[in-house]
């Protein structure tokens, strides 16, 4: 069923320095694209990786209703295929599209997102490789759907309380987008099948 | 009776203590353990501490060595932290490569020391290009009762308050380095930062410094570092149940006074040593 599945949407605008608002770059998701649905979380070399595995594997813990499923292991792939910024934002987003796509049930959707904050405090939503490593501070929240709780927040550099806040706030209006999107590209897969 | 019950219901055993505001210890919510700090046990490393939270102990050394810069940083030296989990500290560790939670908590503490820029890598250059200082931080845990990170941060930033390097020239003549052990100096610390833990429970209560037990029952962890100046170098949070803003805010001016007494202890171990 691979031909129907492969729909591409696209939404969100290039990422403007100047407006904090919701500005993120172009997205797009493609579903059902492994046959089995199976896999195993991508042991790379290194402890950055295994840092990453975890957090990304406690966030789907606290979301997945494992109690439905007793004696199940759950693995999850992740592939990076070209890393452009905001890595690690992406891969919970292909995480949380991988275990709807898997029909595993979960209490709420979480989306990644990731705020780059510069020297002189401007916050950047979804920023580019370039911008993150320029950065002063790069934040990256998990947050659910449900009422954009906090799950996961791994962050880099300093940063004040206010700018903090500042941050999470702009983040949970930017998933509100993110969450829009999920709901737009389900309705379009599942219209055609 | 107690102790039957708590074995077999270890959550709901824990629920009637924290419906009453307070946890089995006797503490309240928002008490740390008492946390005791030793500086310069280690006569072996250059700069050693040890910190007890409750009965959680980690013991820090830091040996200073040579290294040659890399050569896309020329004029930085290196600090290669490392937290050691080992059998000893509990049953739920095996002997081995290190195991996950070991790791990761190197990892926090490699993030920590690179985004709170604790100690300048330009200052442990000696000739750019040629030679600098590797500061290699081991992390040993004695006993794991839980909140390890905050155990590590501390004592991480204990040690290196307590680090003194000799003063290196290189010679013209030999192109080599000679070192001075009469003449030390330490090292200039620019920031504290100090980890506060809290644990999430039934994704509603927060409680800060969280046992080896509470942390087994927990929803969730989250781990906040903060500086001097409220400056919050690292907020850690591994997955787990969700936190609303206004929880988050509590957290940090908890985070906040935790800082200041941290800071105090320290000041006053730091001054005993200098007294003798």
Redesign the interface.
């Known amino acids: 069923m691979q031909s129907d599945a492969k729909i591409r949407t696209e939404y969100g605008t290039d990422s403007s320095p100047q407006s904090p608002g919701c500005s993120l770059r172009h997205f797009a998701c493609e579903q059902n694209l492994l046959s089995r649905p199976d896999g195993s979380a991508s042991f790379l070399q290194g ?2 990786e ?2 990453r595995e ?9 979301v997945v209703l494992g109690a439905l499923h007793p004696r199940t292991s759950i693995t999850i792939v992740l592939q990076v295929i070209s890393d452009a910024g905001s890595l690690m934002a992406c891969c919970l987003n292909a995480t949380c599209m991988a275990l709807v796509d898997a029909g595993v049930p979960m209490q709420a959707l979480f989306c990644g997102v990731t705020c780059a904050l510069d020297s002189d405090g401007t916050l950047v939503l979804d920023p580019t490789a370039k911008q993150e490593k320029e950065a002063r501070a790069v ?1 990256t929240f ?3 759907s449900v ?1 954009q ?13 206010a700018e ?2 500042q941050c ?2 702009a983040a949970q209006a930017a998933s509100q987008h993110v969450f829009r999107f999920y709901r737009e590209s389900l309705q379009r897969r599942y219209s055609k099948s | 009776m107690a102790a039957g019950f708590k074995t077999v219901e270890p959550l709901e055993y824990y629920r009637r203590f924290l419906k009453e505001n307070c946890r089995p210890d006797g503490r309240e919510l928002g008490e740390f353990r008492t946390t005791t700090v030793n500086i310069g046990s280690v006569s072996t490393a250059d700069g050693s501490a040890l910190v007890k939270l409750g009965n959680t102990a980690v013991i820090c050394g830091i040996k200073a060595e040579f290294a040659a810069p890399s050569p896309e940083a020329p004029d930085k030296g290196y600090v290669v932290p490392n937290v050691d989990l080992p059998p000893l500290c509990s049953s739920r560790f095996r002997s081995g490569p290190p195991g996950e939670e070991a790791q990761v908590a190197s990892q926090f503490i490699a993030d920590v020391i690179e985004n709170s820029q604790i100690i300048l890598k330009e200052d442990l250059c000696i000739s750019p290009g040629k030679l600098a200082w590797v500061l290699y931080c081991d992390l040993i845990c004695l006993d794991y009762d839980g909140n390890i990170l905050d155990a590590c941060t501390f004592a991480l930033l204990a040690a290196l308050k307590n680090v003194q390097l000799p003063e290196v020239t290189i010679n013209e003549e030999t192109a080599l380095a000679e070192v001075n052990l009469k003449k030390k100096h330490y090292l200039n610390i620019r920031t504290h930062p100090v980890a506060t833990s809290f644990a999430v429970f039934d994704d509603t209560l927060l409680i800060v410094d969280p046992t080896g037990e509470e942390e087994h029952l927990a929803t969730g962890t989250l781990t906040v570092v903060m500086d001097e100046e409220g400056k919050l170098c690292c907020l850690h949070k591994p997955g787990g149940s969700g936190l609303t803003g206004a929880k988050l805010q509590d957290c940090l001016s908890r985070a906040v006074t935790r800082h200041k007494e941290v800071k105090k202890l320290m000041d006053e171990v730091i001054k005993s040593m200098k007294a003798k």
């Open positions: 402890v950055a295994k840092s975890r957090l990304i594997r406690n966030t789907c813990e606290a934040l998990a947050l659910d009422d709780k906090l799950l996961m927040s791994t962050t880099k550099g300093l940063y004040s309380n903090l806040q999470l706030a």
